[in-house]
Nanobody, 124 residues
Framework: QVQLVESGGGLVQAGGSLRLSCAAS????????MGWFRQAPEKAREFVAA????????RYAVPVKGRFTISRDNAENTVYLQMSSLKPDDTAIYYC?????????????????WGQGTQVTVSS
């Protein structure tokens, strides 16, 4: 079992930045592809970013490409999401997830373990 705990969310003005962290425990995440998803009120959960087990391959959703950066520190068992140039449309609960494979995937059904989420609110 892998337990994931997100942190770093909060209220920020449009154009600002936040760095989300996802701390894992119970098992090393070094053999998992990792992803970030988000869910806005009354909307379905959507893919944000993913990174392969070794950090070589990344994948981003179109709305965040060029503004968000996913990274990982396997030694610290932690995954990060650096968010810049934030927009009100980025307001959502952000979830970290550990995938069933080593690569990158945007499909939430391919992720086995999920955190509880952290709220990000971007004001205009």
């Amino acid at each position: 079992q892998v337990q994931l705990v997100e942190s770093g969310g909060g209220l920020v003005q449009a154009g600002g930045s936040l760095r989300l962290s996802c701390a894992a425990s119970g098992r090393t995440i070094s053999r998992y592809g990792m992803g970030w998803f988000r869910q806005a009120p009354e909307k379905a959960r959507e893919f944000v970013a993913a990174m392969s087990w070794n950090g070589v391959t990344t994948r981003y959703a179109v709305p965040v490409k060029g503004r968000f950066t996913i990274s990982r520190d396997n030694a610290e068992n932690t995954v990060y999401l650096q968010m810049s140039s934030l927009k009100p449309d980025d307001t959502a609960i952000y979830y970290c997830a550990a995938g069933s494979g080593l690569g990158v995937t945007a499909g939430p059904d391919k992720y086995v373990y999920w955190g509880q989420g952290t709220q990000v609110t971007v004001s205009s």
